[in-house]
């Protein structure tokens, strides 16, 4: 069923707290038509400008979600995380209402199984996710960091100096550091592919992709 959802299908976010009102606005932006509730009136008006329909309603009542329509979405967040007993009833109430594709954010690991074992498809820890994220980037070298389920990961981050001045075959990046460049960016330009005849220099910024351990390596090198 979740395969046969289409890419541009309308989505319901529920709370428009930090996490849900920049899913909201980010899916507005990407031209997805959104369905902002929220119990909170003035967050409502707040946001009834900035996403295609918001609307003041307590997603704990299955009535109401029912009222709203909500049953008609195949994606679904529920974005709510200050209260676990709200996040896990609302969760609910999207299983119960049949929704293929359930996104739900936990606060904690446990809160995460319970809303796992109810029925969400997909479990966001946004707080955890940047805490991991800020400890790679803190390192200095690093200014963005992508890290997938299997331990690969991608990152922005500015070329060590074993690898400057030569080309990517020279420095044997894939083979001495078991990592692969995969864009470079100079100074005034837009970010092109990287070839093993593309020269790195100290200015440049670069992608690179590889395991999480193997690109820490690469980004101390001196």
């Given at each position: 069923m979740v395969d046969r959802i289409k890419h541009d299908a309308p989505v319901l976010v529920i709370g428009l707290g930090r996490f849900g009102a920049a899913t909201a606005g980010q899916l507005d932006r990407l031209g997805r038509e959104v369905l902002a509730v929220d119990d909170d009136e003035a967050l409502v008006q707040k946001w009834a400008e900035r996403v295609t329909h918001a609307v003041v309603a307590d997603a704990r009542s299955l009535d109401a979600l029912k009222q709203i329509g909500a049953q008609e979405f195949s994606i679904a967040v529920c974005a709510v995380g200050s209260s676990v007993e709200a996040s896990v009833l609302i969760t609910a109430n999207l299983v119960d209402l049949k929704i293929p594709q359930i996104w739900a954010k936990a606060i904690s690991s446990s809160h995460g199984k319970i809303?796992?074992?109810?029925?969400?498809?997909?479990?966001i820890y946004p707080e955890r996710e940047a805490g991991e994220r800020t400890a790679h980037l803190v390192s200095g070298r690093m200014i963005d960091f992508i890290e997938f389920d299997?331990?690969?990961?991608?990152?922005?981050m500015y070329p060590p100096k074993p690898i400057r001045g030569k080309n990517l075959a020279e420095s044997g990046v894939r083979t001495r550091h078991n990592v692969t460049v995969v864009g470079v960016k100079s100074p005034g330009k837009p970010f092109t592919y990287a070839t093993e005849k593309t020269v790195v220099s100290t200015h440049d910024l670069i992608i690179v992709s590889g395991t999480e351990s193997d690109i820490e390596k690469f980004a101390a090198l001196e």
């Open positions: 809303l796992e074992r109810i029925g969400a498809n997909h479990v299997d331990d690969f990961a991608l990152v922005k």
